[in-house]
């Protein structure tokens, strides 16, 4: 009888095709792959033994938390960052929003403090308190979330929503945005379930209109739907590259319920919504006596949760949003300040940049006054600021770094004759 020829069970390559083949218990591998196997092995204990050495100085933020209290909590209440001392760091970056800085530095001080007390075996049990900022593109709502994750001993991500489906569509899993804080994390999943996730454009998945939706709303409310079990706290299966999930991919489980959530978003033309609720619309003799009392240039000041689910969020994601705060709008002086009294203004970045090539830029004081007008006529916020900076500096930057000159002096009119002919002037129109 014929014996059969025997395959290696690794490459799958017959016993002809190779120099020689192991027998095991249940299967046989060639030399080829024994050689492969060992170098596979050899290679993963370096990088294990590389990474233990190398821990104390690359353990980025989540690292740094654990090392500051020794078990990984915030630490002792003496080493905590007070809301004040969150909310002074913040005023060197972002001018003015006091009321939005004091929300998010208890918000995030809370959130040291609960992770402190699940430590222990309190039988009161701190919920965690996610938060909603609402504001105009362009006060800052981004900019904070970027300043104070400069200063926290938690791991912090920034993510956006304009992105998310519903599972199965085109897009991206709701789970995927817990994979931004694995990444910070470097895919501790402890430390990432200490963390705190920033959900920027939340009103980008508000449903298109306020009654429930009867035909698929994969973008909005099937988004909001999904959003609920991560901010109310769960275990959660998440991609670790992000992206679509599919059944042969490795998934990690994160327990959301310690995770705390800010979410922030421009909710354009809520204000008309708030404007319905106060009955700012009445007119003649019957006009309630409030309403002029009421500053209607900022109404986003008379926010509350109706609002939200009249602009098209679920009552659900509200409920499990309780702290709502608000970002008032940029008038000239704070735009005027931006533009130039930040540790990270505007002007001071193209003064370093300049400086960089060897040139000392200097302004005029009526230079900053007209791009504040520009700003405020264009109706972009503290964007429009570097937008218009941009548009007068293109050519200085394009020039300058080709020539030997060692100083610019911007004038009112080398602004004017700058701004003027970009694009931006036509935009308004």
């Not at 092995?41 to 990088?47: D, I, L, M, R, T």
């Not at 698929?216 to 909001?224: A, K, L, P």
């Amino acid at each position: 009888m014929k014996k059969p020829i025997q395959h290696c069970s690794f490459c799958g390559r017959s016993e002809r095709e190779v120099s020689y083949l192991l027998t095991g218990h249940s299967g046989l591998i060639c030399g080829d792959c024994v050689v492969a196997a060992n170098k596979i092995v050899s290679e993963a204990q370096k990088e294990v033994e590389g990474a233990k050495s190398e821990q104390p100085a690359s353990q980025g933020i989540a690292g740094q938390a654990r090392n500051d209290s020794g078990s990984g909590n915030a630490g002792d209440n003496e080493k905590l960052p007070s809301p004040r001392d969150i909310k002074a760091f913040l005023d060197q970056y972002v001018i003015g929003q006091d009321d939005a800085k004091r929300f998010l530095a208890v918000a995030v001080y809370n959130h040291y403090k609960r992770l402190k007390q699940a430590q222990t075996n309190d039988d009161v049990e701190i919920e965690k308190s996610n938060i909603i900022m609402v504001g105009a593109t362009g006060t800052g709502k981004t900019l904070m979330a970027k300043t104070i994750a400069r200063m926290l001993k938690v791991p912090f991500a920034i993510v956006d929503a304009t992105v998310l489906t519903e599972a199965g569509y085109v897009g991206e899993d709701v789970e995927s945005i817990l994979t931004r804080l694995l990444q910070v994390a470097d895919y501790k999943v402890e430390e990432a379930e200490r963390g705190i996730l920033f959900i920027d454009e939340i009103d980008k998945i508000a449903r298109k209109a306020d009654n429930p939706s009867i035909t698929r709303d994969v973008s909005g409310e099937g988004v909001q739907q999904g959003l609920l079990k991560l901010l109310e706290g769960s275990i959660v299966n998440v991609p670790p590259q992000g992206g679509r999930k599919h059944p042969d991919q490795k998934m990690i489980a994160i327990d959301t319920k310690n995770i705390l959530f800010v979410c922030g978003g421009a909710f354009d033309g809520i204000e008309r919504k708030i404007s319905q609720r106060l009955n700012t619309q009445v007119v003649g003799y019957t006009s309630p006596a409030h309403n002029t009392r009421l500053d209607k240039n900022n109404m986003l000041q008379y926010i509350a949760p109706q609002d939200l689910k009249s602009f098209g969020l679920i009552p659900e994601i509200i409920g499990r949003l309780p702290v709502l705060t608000y970002l008032k709008p940029l008038d000239r002086p704070a735009l005027r300040a931006i533009l130039t009294e930040p540790k990270n203004s505007i002007i001071k970045q193209y003064i370093k940049m300049f400086e960089m090539d060897g040139v000392k830029l200097t302004f005029d004081e009526d230079v900053l006054e007209y791009v504040v007008d520009k700003a405020i006529e264009f109706k972009l916020g503290a964007r429009g600021l570097r937008s218009i900076t941009e548009n007068m500096m293109i050519d200085a930057m394009f020039e300058i770094p080709s020539t030997n000159q060692k100083e610019l002096h911007v004038t009112l009119d080398y602004a004017k004759s700058h701004v003027e002919r970009s694009a931006l002037q036509y935009a308004v129109a």
